[in-house]
């Protein structure tokens, strides 16, 4: 089978799986053509189908299931914080930056929430405030503080912003090892945290954005003046 060039081959396939997933003809767990199809359907070789597969694969948009076949999937997270972190260095991106925008996506989420807070998610969200009160350790605690966080995003109902600010808090920890541990390892700081946590959820039930906005603000004051004494900037 001729081909002018890999490359052309290669974009063929992608721009194949391209349209079928935006246009609906596959969805997430379809199980895809087979190598040797694909070849004969877009008119490459085989080693262009298995070179794209494979690439497909190792971006996560695909699964090879041995003995099964090739399906859509979507576990892009990792490959995702590779490709950023490499586009942060490359690119001088100072990771305050990177927290600012974290920042500002939690300040959006917080809003929405204020209408689609959930009662089972409140719920959730006061229990992980009642086990911070706990004694524990500091590495317990921002355990915790991840969830509280996380729980907060959910409450959007914003998938993409979900996304998003997941890759953001897998950026801080890849450049800044620890860093919820580091800062709740000082008591005082760790109980100004505390509270502002508190005043996030006691807003949130009484659908307060102008307190839950100026609780969420305090938070990351106290964050980001630990985040660029630790970087240096």
Same mark, same amino acid.
């Given at each position: 089978?001729?081909?002018?060039?890999?490359?052309?081959?290669?974009?063929?396939?992608?721009?194949?799986?391209?349209? %079928?997933?935006?246009?609906?003809?596959?969805?997430?767990? $379809?199980?895809?053509?087979?190598?040797?199809?694909?070849? %004969?359907?877009?008119?490459?070789?085989?080693?262009?189908?298995?070179?794209? #597969?494979?690439?497909?694969?190792?971006?996560?948009?695909?699964?090879? &299931?041995?003995?099964?076949?090739?399906? &859509?999937?979507?576990?892009?997270?990792?490959?995702?914080?590779? #490709?950023?972190?490499?586009? *942060?260095?490359?690119?001088?991106?100072?990771?305050?930056?990177?927290?600012?925008?974290?920042?500002?996506?939690? @300040?959006?989420? #917080?809003?929405? /929430?204020?209408?689609?807070? @959930?009662?089972?998610?409140?719920?959730?969200? !006061?229990?992980? #405030?009642?086990?911070?009160?706990?004694?524990?350790?500091?590495?317990?605690?921002?355990?915790?503080?991840?969830?509280?966080?996380? &729980?907060? *995003?959910? *409450?959007?109902?914003?998938?993409?912003?979900?996304?998003?600010?997941? @890759?953001?808090?897998?950026?801080?920890?890849?450049?800044?090892?620890?860093?919820?541990?580091?800062?709740?390892?000082?008591?005082?700081? /760790? +109980?100004?945290?505390?509270?502002?946590?508190? $005043?996030?959820?006691?807003?949130?039930? /009484?659908?307060?954005? +102008?307190?839950? /906005?100026?609780?969420? !603000?305090?938070?990351?004051?106290?964050?980001?003046?630990?985040?660029?004494?630790?970087?240096?900037?």
């Amino acid at each position: 089978m001729e081909e002018r060039n890999s490359q052309k081959a290669y974009e063929r396939v992608f721009d194949y799986f391209t349209a %079928e997933i935006t246009s609906g003809s596959l969805r997430l767990n $379809d199980k895809i053509p087979t190598e040797r199809a694909l070849s %004969e359907n877009l008119k490459v070789s085989r080693n262009s189908a298995r070179e794209a #597969l494979h690439v497909l694969e190792m971006m996560g948009l695909i699964e090879c &299931i041995q003995g099964s076949g090739n399906y &859509i999937r979507c576990n892009t997270r990792e490959y995702m914080t590779k #490709l950023m972190s490499l586009t *942060m260095v490359l690119q001088h991106i100072n990771h305050t930056e990177v927290f600012e925008m974290r920042c500002g996506f939690e @300040q959006t989420a #917080l809003a929405a /929430a204020m209408e689609g807070a @959930q009662p089972e998610e409140l719920a959730r969200m !006061k229990e992980v #405030l009642e086990k911070m009160d706990q004694p524990m350790s500091a590495q317990d605690s921002a355990a915790l503080d991840v969830e509280f966080h996380k &729980i907060l *995003m959910e *409450m959007s109902h914003n998938q993409l912003m979900i996304f998003y600010v997941d @890759q953001m808090e897998d950026l801080l920890k890849l450049f800044v090892k620890d860093l919820r541990t580091s800062i709740l390892s000082d008591r005082r700081r /760790a +109980a100004v945290l505390r509270k502002a946590h508190w $005043d996030i959820y006691e807003a949130l039930t /009484a659908r307060d954005e +102008a307190a839950g /906005a100026k609780a969420l !603000k305090k938070h990351f004051n106290v964050v980001r003046k630990h985040l660029k004494k630790l970087i240096g900037t």
